[in-house]
């Protein structure tokens, strides 16, 4: 078997050159490694799918179920996400990008810690602020229980106190956990701006203030609209906090359609109206992008300014961007903390299996998520032609489809598999071996692949991109195919990436509701499930554990986003 000796051989650049000319390298990647593209387009083909399956409904109408939903639940439907989505639309972008520029611009106390901290919100799911600000704030819960106390009153009708189980109730809770998205990217942009340009600026007579407003804030646009983007198909995509709260969306409709009045045509139906939504907003962030290019002038790095921010304005900083980290993380997470520990733990039946079931089926998810990660990846590097570039834009869909578009798109597909296995079986004379994929583990991890291959697949791609071609070249030269390349060369080298990939898509498959309650085998739960049954059920004190796991395991991503922001001004020193 052949192995590379780098010290022993070690063949130069132009002796690499010669061998491999780097204008051939992906026309003869492609000839040795034409199962790769095949294989990432099977791939892009399963993750496609779901999505087909869910168009084809909305293209061929059932009249009498149209009619039905127009007269019934389609208004409601149609006029709560409008407004929930207008609502944290607006909310995520008014406190995304003001923390952003505060932290990247300003200095005032306390600027270092935000600067990490305002991205905590993202470790917590938005229905387990939902749960916890209900149990807070409810009519029995303790904050109401102390105003009566205070004003002595005795029922409901002696005080006005606002209603958390609402639509501005939700709209405000998914503002608290979406608005990282905005200042993720918004902090991204501002960051890589040229201190030149602001300079520039500031010569011809503009304040702080109109610097952001007229130069910064315009040439981080796509980047703000990427992020607003991001976070409405967030919304659109939630279940729990909409159905805990009662308010009637059209992820809440295709569940109770499916299960409450089983009618499936009816959810397909209510399925490819939310599709056509998430790709309106897709095409939306797209033609907002257009053709914009904002190049910098100079390679020169300096600094970026740091406008000092003193008495009112320090503390006013402090507060925009405390409130935020406040309300979205540490009230929560504090109250789940002290609720876990006072509760009798009625979760604890059977807790640490239910632990033990949730790691694994998000294991086994990351691992199928980042090997077809991997496959896709490594296929464009290989052969960078139509059919690669193709098989990496549809890989990268499913996350822009709610998983309970996805669920719906996928049971039939696999049901009709069902039937012809059981149909070839009972041919063959073994009798009926029962559902192999409707209603089992393989349908749920298909579902997670399908729905978070994007997430792995723009890690894994970064990562691959960092390995120069040389090792290609190099790894040809000693006789290694594309296969051995990968598994001998690169493996070693984007390990790390492989790993981070990897632990986004097991939080990510922690944290997924909607595909999870639709597609489970039926004795399987999840600690999102037994969450979302417990609180479902007012028991939020024992719903606490669960819900405290998530938040734990939603750490690590964030403390891996916020050492990728540090480092991506160009020229700056990594602290």
Not at 384 to 404: D, E, H, K, T
Request: glycine share 10%; proline share 6%.
């Amino acid at each position: 078997m052949a192995t590379i000796d780098a010290d022993s051989a070690r063949p130069t650049p132009p002796q690499i050159r010669a061998v491999v000319p780097p204008r051939r390298r992906g026309r003869m990647g492609g000839h040795r490694g034409g199962a790769w593209p095949l294989g990432a387009g099977l791939l892009a083909l399963l993750v496609a799918v779901p999505v087909l399956m869910v168009l084809a409904a909305g293209l061929n109408p059932d009249v009498d179920v149209w009619s039905h939903l127009a007269a019934t639940v389609l208004p409601r439907y149609l006029a709560n996400t409008l407004w929930l989505s207008v609502g944290v639309g607006a909310g995520t972008l008014v406190i995304g990008v003001g923390t952003a520029w505060l932290v990247t611009m300003c200095s005032f106390p306390g600027r270092r810690l935000f600067e990490w901290a305002l991205l905590l919100p993202m470790a917590v799911p938005a229905y387990v602020i939902a749960y916890t600000y209900a149990g807070l704030l409810d009519y029995a819960g303790p904050v109401q229980e102390v105003l009566r106390w205070l004003i002595g009153a005795t029922s409901r009708r002696d005080y006005w106190f606002p209603q958390v189980r609402s639509l501005g109730g939700a709209i405000v809770v998914m503002t608290l956990v979406l608005y990282p998205y905005v200042y993720l990217l918004a902090r991204a942009a501002f960051l890589e701006q040229s201190v030149c340009v602001i300079e520039i600026g500031r010569t011809l007579g503009n304040g702080p203030w109109a610097c952001f407003r007229r130069i910064a804030l315009p040439l981080a646009r796509p980047a703000i609209v990427t992020g607003v983007t991001l976070a409405l198909m967030e919304v659109l995509a939630d279940f729990g906090t909409v159905d805990y709260f009662a308010i009637d969306t059209f992820t809440t409709g295709i569940y109770r359609t499916w299960f409450g009045l089983g009618e499936r045509a009816a959810a397909a139906q209510l399925a490819a109206v939310l599709l056509s939504v998430v790709l309106a907003l897709i095409l939306i962030e797209r033609v907002s992008r257009g053709h914009a290019r904002f190049d910098q002038t100079s390679r020169r790095y300096r600094p970026l300014p740091g406008y000092p921010l003193r008495g009112w304005r320090g503390a006013g900083a402090l507060v925009a961007c405390g409130l935020p980290i406040g309300l979205g993380f540490l009230l929560p997470a504090s109250a789940l903390g002290l609720w876990a520990l006072t509760s009798s733990l009625s979760s604890g039946d059977g807790f640490p299996r239910l632990v033990l079931t949730s790691l694994s089926l998000a294991a086994s998810a990351a691992i199928l998520a980042v090997a077809a990660a991997l496959v896709v990846a490594y296929a464009r590097r290989l052969a960078p032609g139509r059919l690669s570039a193709v098989s990496a834009r549809i890989a990268a869909l499913g996350y822009a489809v709610p998983g309970a578009v996805i669920a719906v798109g996928i049971v039939v597909p696999l049901a009709f598999i069902d039937g012809m296995i059981i149909d070839g079986v009972q041919a063959l004379g073994f009798g009926n071996p029962g559902l192999v994929l409707t209603g089992t583990i393989a349908g749920l991890l298909y579902a997670y692949m399908v729905r978070f291959l994007a997430v792995s697949l723009n890690t894994v791609e970064a990562s691959l991109g960092k390995v120069t071609a040389s090792m290609d070249d190099a790894a040809r030269v000693f006789g290694l195919g594309p296969g051995a390349t990968l598994v001998r060369v690169h493996a070693p080298l984007v390990s790390g990436g492989l790993l981070t990939a990897g632990l986004l898509v097991f939080v990510d498959v922690l944290k997924e509701l909607p595909a999870t309650l639709i597609l489970r085998p039926f004795n399987l739960t999840t600690l999102a499930m037994r969450t979302y049954e417990l609180a479902g059920d007012e028991r939020l004190a024992d719903a606490a554990a669960p819900a405290l796991a998530i938040v734990a395991a939603g750490i690590l991503p964030v403390i891996l986003l916020s050492r990728a922001i540090a480092r991506s001004r160009p020229g700056a020193q990594t602290r």
